[in-house]
T-cell receptor
Framework: GIQVEQSPPDLILQEGANSTLRCNFSDSVNNLQWFHQNPWGQLINLFY???GTKQNGRLSATTVATERYSLLYISSSQTTDSGVYFC???????????FGKGTTLSVSS | DGGITQSPKYLFRKEGQNVTLSCEQN?????MYWYRQDPGQGLRLIYY???????QKGDIAEGYSVSREKKESFPLTVTSAQKNPTAFYLC??????????????????FGEGSRLTVL
C-alpha cells in the first residue's frame, strides 16, 4: 500500500516563529488532507488539498502531486497551535484516507 | 448542531469480553470510517463503509466487526479475538465525491473518540 512519511516527527518553537511541515507519499494520490489533533484528542480538518495551494489565516498548504509531497506552513505560531499535525492521502484505487504518523508541535510562550 | 457523536468516551473491559462502540452522524454523509490510534503510531484504518449494508476492511480489521444498517450509524465491535484492544478509537464521516469518473472522499470529519482500556 501507499506509504506516507511526515517530517519532522517533533518540532519545538517559540511563540511567533514560523514553521514548515512536510508530507511525502509513495504513490499517485487523488486526495490529500491535513489535520490538527489537539491535546484532548479532537481532530480538526485544516485543508482538503489534492493539488495546488490554499491559505486559511496563518496557515497555508501546498501540494505538488507530480513530485509526491505536500507542505503545511504555520506562520506567527501561537501556543494554541500545539498538538499533532497529520497528513492523510488516498490513491485512485480507493477512497479511504491513509494517515502518516504525524508531526508533534510544541509552541511555548 | 450537526456532527459526529461517539459513545462512550471512556470504556473499560475485561479480557475475553466483546464491546461495541457507537458512532452516529447527522451530517447526511455517505461514507463512514473507523480508525485506531496508538501512541506514536498515527491513525490506522479498521473498517469503512461507503453505503448502507456494505463495508470494506481496512489495514487492521482482524478482531473487529462493523455493521451499517442505517446511513447515520456505524457501530464498531471489538471482539475477544482482538489481541491488543487498548487504544483510542476514532470515527469519521465524509461525503463521497465523483470527479472525472473517479470516486473519492470529501473532507473528513471526526468524532471526539472513544478510549478503550482492557484490564
Amino acid at each position: 500500500g501507499i506509504q506516507v512519511e511526515q517530517s519532522p516527527p517533533d518540532l519545538i518553537l517559540q511563540e511567533g516563529a514560523n514553521s514548515t511541515l512536510r508530507c511525502n507519499f509513495s504513490d499517485s494520490v487523488n486526495n490529500l488532507q491535513w489535520f490538527h489533533q489537539n491535546p484532548w484528542g479532537q481532530l480538526i480538518n485544516l485543508f482538503y488539498i489534492p493539488s495546488g495551494t490554499k491559505q486559511n489565516g496563518r496557515l497555508s498548504a501546498t501540494t505538488v502531486a507530480t513530485e509526491r509531497y505536500s507542505l503545511l506552513y504555520i506562520s506567527s505560531s501561537q501556543t494554541t497551535d500545539s498538538g499533532v499535525y497529520f497528513c492523510a492521502v488516498a490513491t485512485q484505487a480507493g477512497t479511504a484516507l491513509i494517515f502518516g504518523k504525524g508531526t508533534t508541535l510544541s509552541v511555548s510562550s | 448542531d450537526g456532527g459526529i457523536t461517539q459513545s462512550p468516551k471512556y470504556l473499560f473491559r475485561k479480557e475475553g469480553q466483546n464491546v461495541t462502540l457507537s458512532c452516529e452522524q447527522n451530517l447526511n454523509h455517505d461514507a463512514m470510517y473507523w480508525y485506531r490510534q496508538d501512541p506514536g503510531q498515527g491513525l490506522r484504518l479498521i473498517y469503512y463503509s461507503q453505503i448502507v449494508n456494505d463495508f470494506q476492511k481496512g489495514d487492521i480489521a482482524e478482531g473487529y466487526s462493523v455493521s451499517r444498517e442505517k446511513k447515520e450509524s456505524f457501530p464498531l465491535t471489538v471482539t475477544s479475538a482482538q489481541k491488543n484492544p487498548t487504544a483510542f478509537y476514532l470515527c469519521a464521516s465524509s461525503i463521497d465525491l465523483t470527479s472525472g469518473g473517479q470516486l473519492r472522499s470529501g473532507e473528513l470529519f471526526f468524532g471526539e473518540g472513544s478510549r478503550l482500556t482492557v484490564l
